[in-house]
C-alpha cells in the first residue's frame, strides 16, 4: 500500500480549495451566509492600553502632517457610529507616549469616521505605533496599537467595531 505523497505545493493547493469553499459558504452560499453578514467585534490587541490616561482631553489637533484615521462601527450589523469618543496618543517628535501633549481624544462622525492630526510618529521600543481606545460605558471597552510599516509613514488607520457592554 502506497501512503499518500504530501508537499508544500500539495499542501497549499488543499488549503487554497479549502479556503475558497470556505469564502463561497461564507458569501452567503451555504449554511454560514448569514454569520459571514455580520460584523465581529474588534479584539483589544495586546499593549494597546500602555500609557492609557482615561478621560484624556477633546482635541481638536495635536501637531501637524501625521494622521490617525479611522472607523467605528456597530457589531453585529455593521451600523457607522456618530459621536463616539476615540482615544488617540503616540510617541512623536515632541516626546513620548507619556507626553501631554500627545495625547487627545476625537468624536466620530458622520459615516462613524474619524481623524486626527498631530505630530510624526516616531518608533518606540523599534516600532512606530500608535495608541488608539474606546472606553466609554455604551460599548465594550478596545484597545488598538497599530504598527506602521514604516517610520517615514504619514498616516495610520485603525477601526473599530464595538459590541454592546
Do not use: C
Not at 515632541?94 to 487627545?104: I, S, V, Y
Not at 462622525?109 to 523599534?126: A, D, H, S, T
Amino acid at each position: 500500500m502506497n501512503a499518500p505523497f504530501y508537499n508544500r505545493r500539495s499542501f497549499l493547493m488543499s488549503a487554497g480549495l479549502v479556503s475558497a469553499g470556505l469564502v463561497s459558504v461564507g458569501a452567503g452560499l451555504g449554511p454560514m451566509g448569514a454569520w459571514a453578514s455580520t460584523y465581529a467585534p474588534t479584539q483589544s490587541m495586546r499593549g494597546g492600553s500602555n500609557n492609557y490616561r482615561p478621560n484624556a482631553p477633546m482635541v481638536d489637533k495635536l501637531g501637524d502632517g501625521f494622521f490617525v484615521r479611522g472607523k467605528v462601527v456597530r457589531a453585529g450589523d455593521g451600523a457607522a457610529l456618530q459621536n463616539v469618543r476615540i482615544q488617540i496618543w503616540a510617541a512623536t517628535v515632541l516626546g513620548g507616549e507619556r507626553e501631554p501633549r500627545n495625547h487627545g481624544s476625537v468624536l466620530t462622525g458622520p459615516g462613524g469616521l474619524f481623524e486626527l492630526e498631530m505630530e510624526q510618529i516616531v518608533p518606540n521600543f523599534g516600532q512606530p505605533h500608535a495608541h488608539l481606545a474606546y472606553d466609554d460605558s455604551q460599548f465594550k471597552t478596545v484597545f488598538l496599537r497599530p504598527v506602521m510599516p514604516s517610520a517615514s509613514d504619514t498616516s495610520v488607520t485603525a477601526d473599530f467595531v464595538l459590541a454592546p457592554a
